[in-house]
């Protein structure tokens, strides 16, 4: 939850028009989509590309 908290923290502060994230596990992208569906909530989209 920590790292979850530090990663949101940093969205705020540098206020990211759009984010990408790439590798980890499935919990990686979970603050940075809360934050943009925060700042774009009826124009959020998560794109899932697998091998």
């Known amino acids: ?3 979850q908290r530090t ?3 940093i969205c705020e502060e ?3 028009d759009r984010i990408i994230v790439l ?3 499935c919990s990686v ?3 940075p989509f809360d934050y ?3 700042k774009y909530p ?3 989209k998560l794109l899932d590309v697998k091998k």
């Open 1 to 3: 939850m920590e790292q």
């Open 7 to 9: 990663a949101y923290a």
């Open 14 to 16: 540098k206020d990211p």
């Open 23 to 25: 590798g980890g596990d």
């Open 29 to 31: 992208e979970q603050a």
């Open 36 to 38: 943009l569906h925060g």
């Open 42 to 44: 009826e124009d959020t």
